[in-house]
Antibody
Framework: EVQLVESGGGLVKPGGSLRLSCAASGFTFSSYSMNWVRQAPGKGLDWVSSISSSSNSMYYADSVKGRFTISRDNAKNALYLQMNSLRAEDTAVYYC???????????????WGRGTLVTVSS | DIQMTQSPSSLSASVRDRVTITCRASQSISSYLNWYQQKPGKAPKLLIYAASSLQSGVPSRFSGSGSGTDFTLTISNLQPEDFATYYCQQSYSTPPTFGQGTEVQIK
């Protein structure tokens, strides 16, 4: 079955760290760019970070730049998000999402995990 | 960053109604526009990509149109399972940005 499964969420104090993982299965993980997208409770979707298929390129939202690090291990079919210096405003469900590309380079998130909840609170 | 603005923020409709949701970009994004459906407690699901291409497995009552700055998602013959929140997203430039969402409620 083609799927993404996130793990690693939980309750952490402000200033703390957490590492999220996303396990991919059912497709050739190494062929796809991957992203993290988050959703604060009751709010909309907010892109966090992306990484190219071979880890050559990484991008971050300004709100997490310098605090979060995206990485992947293609041998293990795994995507990661290392989150440091966490703030209350980082509280959200974190989704990993696969990118597919259409005919004229239009791209889209075509596969999403079920998400993992990160709560930053003292 | 490109801002995406959806309207309305919420709407009430009945089964078998035709529903239209609008998404406007703060600058031209050609056809780099995607639509997602999200139900409570679930992950988003891709409906439409490249403004008007229907994702495999998505019912044909969903359609998308537009280019440049103005886009539309139309649901014809609304079904009970379509009551959800819908988001547009631009993939023209980094960072990719989403609209604030449109909640489709049962009248």
């Amino acid at each position: 079955e083609v799927q993404l499964v996130e793990s690693g969420g939980g309750l952490v104090k402000p200033g703390g760290s957490l590492r999220l993982s996303c396990a991919a299965s059912g497709f050739t993980f190494s062929s796809y760019s991957m992203n993290w997208v988050r959703q604060a409770p009751g709010k909309g979707l907010d892109w966090v970070s992306s990484i190219s298929s071979s880890s050559n390129s990484m991008y971050y939202a300004d709100s997490v730049k310098g605090r979060f690090t995206i990485s992947r291990d293609n041998a293990k079919n795994a995507l990661y998000l290392q989150m440091n210096s966490l703030r209350a405003e980082d509280t959200a469900v974190y989704y990993c999402a696969r990118v597919s590309v259409a005919t004229y380079s239009e791209w889209y998130f075509d596969l999403w995990g079920r998400g993992t909840l990160v709560t930053v609170s003292s | 960053d490109i801002q995406m603005t959806q309207s309305p923020s919420s709407l009430s409709a009945s089964v078998r109604d035709r529903v239209t949701i609008t998404c406007r970009a703060s600058q031209s994004i050609s056809s780099y526009l995607n639509w997602y459906q999200q139900k409570p407690g679930k992950a988003p699901k891709l409906l439409i990509y490249a403004a008007s291409s229907l994702q495999s497995g998505v019912p044909s009552r969903f359609s998308g149109s537009g280019s440049g700055t103005d886009f539309t998602l139309t649901i014809s013959n609304l079904q009970p399972e379509d009551f959800a929140t819908y988001y547009c997203q631009q993939s023209y430039s980094t960072p990719p940005t989403f609209g604030q969402g449109t909640e489709v409620q049962i009248k």
